[in-house]
């Protein structure tokens, strides 16, 4: 699809930087995600995505708004609690962008789900709560060989890579584990740092679909926002890994 007029004038501040243009934009209207979750991390990343343009996206998120929703979960609203989430993440993104061919399914992924949830777009936005959904969504994006954002928070810290099957560590590369002071879903979250965290996130899926600037592939960018400390490091591949060791 070319760009039209329209596209040009809802997307000409981000073209006017310097190496991306409308070859860029081009590429990313004919590009597609998939964002799980859409909360206080992956809400932020599907929005961004929405409004730079992109094509199409899909939204994996199940369950109703809670009370405890509201101080990170920027897709929702107050009077929405008790309502299912899909539904107002629906309403929210094309609210932003009718243009969007937009596909929000009311489950969280799982083994059972991962692979059809990544069979149909050109990258996964990782923003799920579990390690559970994260190790499946890893699973699934290395068995079809597409990229992957992972994207992670807890309290005041961020952690955010690129994977590349085959070329960069895997999540089961890097966390060959569950840690055993995970504790789950409950976590403290303070939503200024999960919308950061969701946000650089869109930022990366957009180089990786244009091919725009350095993603960060092979390299985990952490930092803690209660210093303003950031760090970024190299990755190595487990040879070993039951997920990837295979690929060359």
Not at 26 to 37: F, G, M, P, Q, W
Not at 108 to 137: K, M, Q, S, W
Not at 149 to 172: D, F, K
């Amino acid at each position: 699809m070319e760009l039209t007029d329209l596209d040009r004038a809802k997307y000409v501040r981000q073209m006017m930087i310097p190496g991306f243009g409308e070859e860029a934009q081009r590429k990313l209207k004919n590009s597609s995600a998939l964002v799980t979750r859409a909360g206080g991390l992956g809400g932020p990343t599907a929005l961004w995505l929405a409004c730079a343009g992109i094509g199409r996206l899909k939204v994996a998120h199940g369950g109703n708004l809670t009370y405890s929703n509201l101080n990170r979960q920027i897709l929702m609203a107050a009077d929405w609690v008790g309502k299912p989430r899909a539904d107002k993440i629906r309403e929210t993104l094309l609210r932003m962008n009718p243009d969007l061919d937009l596909t929000v399914i009311p489950e969280d992924a799982h083994e059972g789900n991962a692979a059809e949830l990544v069979a149909d777009v050109d990258i996964v936005c990782d923003c799920p709560p579990t390690f559970a959904e994260r190790y499946a969504l890893n699973a699934a994006i290395v068995a079809r060989g597409i990229p992957m954002v992972e994207a992670a928070m807890n309290s005041m810290e961020g952690h955010l890579t690129v994977i590349l099957p085959g070329q960069t560590p895997c999540l089961r590369c890097i966390y060959p584990e569950v840690s055993e002071w995970w504790s789950g879903t409950s976590f403290p979250v303070l939503g200024a740092v999960s919308g950061t965290v969701g946000s650089l996130a869109a930022v990366e899926a957009i180089k990786v679909l244009t091919g725009f600037g350095q993603p960060l592939a092979g390299q985990m960018l952490t930092f803690d926002t209660e210093t303003q400390e950031f760090r970024k490091f190299k990755l190595a591949r487990w040879p070993e890994c039951p997920v990837c060791g295979h690929l060359q």
